[in-house]
C-alpha cells in the first residue's frame, strides 16, 4: 500500500525503520522565497541538509540510494550551486558515496539579462556502501548507429555496440514542467515524471520502496508505482499532498497524462522559427541566408 502523509520531513523520516528503503529521490526546498520556503537564506538550506544526513542514511538500505535533485539559489544575481552543498554535507558520512552527478538540461526557465540563463539543475546519486543495486539494462536508449558492426581485428562483423542500447550518460535532457507540459498541476515547482522513473528503474528493484520526503505534487510517486515499485512519501502543503495522492489515483485508474521517458525533444527547424519573425527584425540574418 502506497503512503501519502501531510507531515513535516524530518518527522516523516523519524518514523521509518533502519535499513527500509531502497530509494529516496527528492527535490528539497531551495529557500527562495517559494510560498512554502520558511528562509531565504542558503544558510538555513545548510542547516536543513545536517539535520536530513543522519535519517537518510539510516533509513535507506545498505546497496540503496539516495537521489538528491537541486538547483541554484540565486539572489542579487549571486548564484549558489545547491548541489556543492549537498555534496559537502551528504560526503561527510562514512557510509554514502557519491556515484554520479547527474546535469538534467532543459529548454525554458527565467530569461537572465546579466548572466547565461540557468539551463540545468542536478541530480546527487549517492549509494549506501558499495554494493549496490544498479540495473543498467532497464534504462539503455537507442545506440546512434543501431546496426553498427567492427570492421576489422578478431571481433569482425560483430556488434559494436550493445545490441540492448547504449548507458544513457549523465546529461538527461528532459523538459522541464511549465504551463503547457501534460503534467502540470498547481504545483509551482515539479520535476517531470520521466526524471525520477529513470531512477527508479536503474535503482530501485521491483516491488522495492521508494520515498520522498518533500513529495510536492508526488512525481517521484507516479514514477514509482507506474513502475510497480511502493511509494511513501509526505509534505508539509496539505494541498500538494491532494494532488499527489489524486495523481496516484489517477494513474492506478489509468487516466494520468505523462510525458514518456525517452519521447524525443521538440527540436524547431530554421524555417519554423524564421517565419514566426517579422521579415524587418531579421536584418542581417536575411541577408546571410539569402547571400549567393
Ligand atoms: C521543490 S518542491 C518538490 C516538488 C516535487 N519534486 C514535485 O515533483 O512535485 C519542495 C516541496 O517541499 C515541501 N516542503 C517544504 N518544507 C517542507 C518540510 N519541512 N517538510 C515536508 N515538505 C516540505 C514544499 O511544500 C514543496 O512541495
New binding site residues.
Given amino acids: 500500500m502506497d503512503i501519502i502523509v501531510h507531515?513535516?520531513?524530518l518527522l516523516f523520516l523519524a518514523d521509518l525503520a533502519d535499513e527500509s528503503v531502497d530509494l529516496v529521490i527528492?527535490?528539497?526546498?531551495y529557500f527562495m522565497g517559494k510560498e512554502?520556503d520558511?528562509s531565504c537564506n542558503v544558510d538555513d538550506f545548510t542547516a536543513a541538509h545536517k539535520l536530513l544526513l543522519e535519517h537518510l542514511a539510516r533509513v535507506v538500505k545498505t546497496g540503496g540510494s539516495i537521489c538528491w535533485q537541486v538547483g541554484s539559489h540565486v539572489h542579487d544575481n549571486v548564484v549558489v550551486p545547491l548541489d556543492a552543498i549537498v555534496y559537502s554535507v551528504f560526503a561527510g558520512h562514512a557510509d554514502l558515496h557519491l556515484r554520479n552527478r547527474i546535469v538534467w538540461t532543459f529548454g525554458h526557465g527565467m530569461h537572465a539579462s546579466r548572466r547565461f540563463s540557468g539551463r540545468h539543475e542536478t541530480i546527487l546519486w549517492f549509494t549506501k556502501g558499495d554494493k549496490y543495486h544498479f540495473n543498467l539494462d532497464a534504462v539503455r536508449v537507442p545506440q546512434k548507429y543501431p546496426g553498427k558492426k567492427h570492421y576489422k581485428g578478431p571481433k569482425q562483423g560483430e556488434p559494436s555496440g550493445n545490441p540492448l542500447g547504449k548507458n544513457p550518460g549523465d546529461v538527461w535532457e528532459i523538459p522541464n514542467v511549465k504551463a503547457g507540459h501534460v503534467e502540470k498541476t498547481d504545483?509551482p515547482?515539479?520535476?517531470p515524471v520521466a526524471l525520477a522513473q529513470r531512477l527508479v528503474k536503474a535503482l530501485c528493484p521491483k516491488n522495492g520502496l521508494v520515498i520522498?520526503?518533500?513529495?510536492?505534487?508526488?512525481?517521484?510517486g507516479v514514477a514509482a508505482v507506474a513502475e510497480g515499485r511502493q511509494f511513501s512519501g509526505?509534505?508539509?502543503?496539505p494541498r500538494?499532498v491532494r494532488i499527489a495522492r489524486a495523481r496516484i489515483k489517477a494513474l492506478q485508474a489509468g487516466t494520468l497524462k505523462t510525458r514518456p521517458l525517452n519521447q524525443p525533444i521538440h527540436i524547431p527547424s530554421k524555417n519554423d522559427s524564421v517565419a514566426q519573425v517579422p521579415r524587418q527584425w531579421l536584418g542581417d540574418q536575411i541577408a546571410h541566408s539569402e547571400a549567393p
Fill in positions: 507531515r513535516d520531513a527528492s527535490s528539497p526546498p512554502y520558511t504545483h515547482c515539479q520535476f520522498d520526503p518533500y513529495m510536492g505534487a508526488g512525481s517521484a509526505c509534505d508539509i502543503e500538494y
